[in-house]
């Protein structure tokens, strides 16, 4: 065991309770918190055999997330995209006392990031570019990075393939994406080996109510499919992928309550709803 992941932020760009919302889901969220409410993406990966805090994304919510889960340093982050749910955080980077925060992305993604101007030129960042398809290792880990399908991103967006090749083990985040990723990126995902964890965008989950619901929120659904998943979806993409086991994320407030959730999802084999403070370990 080597790898500690911490879901940050299980929701979708608004979080849920959505502040201007008060459907049965923001009302539950409002009045239990977590797991029934969800701050904005975020993933931890604490690396144990070598003392390593790298984040995957840093979204609005990142001060509060790293206060609650009682971390207080962070040595790398690996960015998807550019989107404000993805990236706005990094400000959080600014006074802080770790001496240099070392930044991955494509070119693409960095630039648009660090482009904001502001604080973020008073932030102690190492800017290290990544190009998809070409492993580069941090702190005993190896990151690959794969093309998705997330139209609306301000720049081309990525998933990470994370392996630890020492103990054969394959963690992969999809970031935000559609279903059909390219093929290439497929490939990736599923050889040498399927991913033992799979944690992947699925905007809203199985529940009856929570597809009436989403049929009236949704406006433009060819769209939305190339940009996020719902839970059919999903369905498809773990039969392509086969993980041992799924965790979704980005979860909206249009979802039933958590509680709900959960066992609406009972009769899917190893597919889990992800919450804020979950930890999995690989
Ligand atoms: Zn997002
Ligand atoms: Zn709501
Ligand atoms: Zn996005």
Same mark, same amino acid.
């Given at each position: 065991m080597s790898l500690?992941?911490?879901?940050?932020g299980s929701g979708d760009s608004v979080g849920t309770p959505k502040w201007d919302c008060h459907c049965e889901t923001c009302k539950t969220a409002r009045k239990r918190g977590i797991p029934f409410s969800r701050t904005r993406f975020g993933i931890l990966i604490e690396v144990l055999d070598t003392n390593k805090n790298i984040l995957i994304d840093t979204?609005?919510?990142l001060r509060s997330q790293?206060?609650?889960s009682n971390i207080d340093r962070i040595d790398a982050i690996f960015f998807t995209h550019g989107h404000y749910d993805h990236q706005s955080g990094f400000g959080d980077f600014y006074r802080t006392r770790i001496p240099t925060v070392e930044i991955f992305g494509t070119e693409e993604t960095l630039n648009y990031i660090l482009s904001s101007g502001g604080i973020m030129k008073s932030i102690r960042y190492k800017n290290r570019e990544i190009l998809p398809f070409h492993p580069i290792e941090y702190g005993g880990v190896q990151f690959t990075a794969f093309p998705v399908l997330h139209a609306t991103s301000p720049t081309r967006p990525v998933g990470y393939v994370i392996e630890k090749p020492e103990n054969d083990k394959k963690l992969v985040i999809t970031g935000d994406t559609g279903l059909n990723i390219p093929n290439k990126s497929l490939e990736l995902i599923t050889n040498p080996k399927n991913p033992d964890i799979l944690i992947v965008d699925c905007f809203i989950d199985n529940n009856d109510d929570t597809i009436k619901r989403f049929k009236k929120f949704i406006f433009d659904f060819n769209l939305f499919r190339n940009n996020h998943m719902i839970f059919p979806d999903i369905l498809e993409f773990v039969e392509r992928v086969k993980p =041992?086991?799924?965790?979704?994320?980005?979860?909206s407030h249009l979802c039933a309550p958590h509680d709900?959730?959960?066992s609406n999802l009972k009769k899917f084999e =190893?597919?889990?709803a992800a919450y804020d403070g979950l930890t999995i370990y690989l």
């Open positions: 500690k992941i911490t879901i940050l979204g609005p919510d790293l206060i609650r =041992n086991e799924t965790y979704l994320i980005h979860l709900q959730l959960e =190893n597919v889990k």
